[in-house]
């Protein structure tokens, strides 16, 4: 959470926020209800002395939070950001494996030529089994294209497919103050 969505861009580049809309990285809203509250649950977690691992700004890359969650230390992940959903590729379950824009979340970008974007297919890849708890704190993490014999391909089923036990996701815009 808390992240800067326009960390090492110098060029401030065209981004895909989704298949419509072209926004430029430094139009994406940074959100400051998710900053404060990944910071809470961080400082709250410190105080019952549970360790934790709190990525924020630039530490929160792609590669970072794929890092995080295969450390097998945490059973609980907790994922503040912007949610992305492309309801308009189809139902074909080819199309879920060979494009990363069925469902995304956005996080801040590791170099030049990253994407900044979790996509389904790139969760679905990692071996989550030893999550007890994924909590999704984003737009649309719950939403997806039907496919017939998979299920509602979303970033939320992915959590699952992945192995984790629990995923708390939305199936709506949700506002960042009051998350």
């Known amino acids: 959470g808390g992240i800067d ?7 401030q580049g065209e981004y895909a926020y989704n298949q419509d809309i072209q926004k430029n ?19 709250k977690l ?3 002395q549970v360790f934790c691992l709190l990525k924020t700004k630039c530490e929160a890359s792609k590669d970072s939070i794929i ?19 492309d309801d308009k590729t189809g139902s074909n379950l080819d199309k879920y494996f060979t494009q990363n824009n069925n469902a995304q979340i ?8 990253d994407d900044a974007a979790l996509s389904a297919i790139e969760i679905i890849n990692q071996d989550l ?3 007890e708890l994924v909590f999704i704190s984003a737009c649309n993490t719950g939403q997806g ?9 979303s970033v939320a089923n992915a959590f699952k497919k992945a192995g984790a036990k629990k995923v708390i996701a939305t199936l709506w815009p949700i506002p960042d103050d009051v998350t």
Not at 25 to 43: A, H, T
Not at 75 to 85: A, C, D, E, N, P
Not at 106 to 113: I, M, T, V
Request: charged content about 20%.
């Open 106 to 113: 956005l996080l801040a970008k590791a170099s030049e030529n």
């Open 129 to 131: 089994s030893s999550k």
């Open 5 to 11: 969505y326009t960390c090492h861009s110098k060029t």
């Open 46 to 48: 410190k105080s019952s």
């Open 145 to 153: 294209t039907y496919m017939s014999g998979f299920g509602n391909a």
């Open 25 to 43: 990285r430094s139009d994406i809203q940074y959100l400051e209800g998710s900053f404060k509250e990944v910071k809470l649950i961080s400082e």
């Open 67 to 85: 890092e995080a969650i295969n450390k097998n230390q945490f059973s609980y992940i907790h994922i503040s950001t912007h949610g992305l959903v």
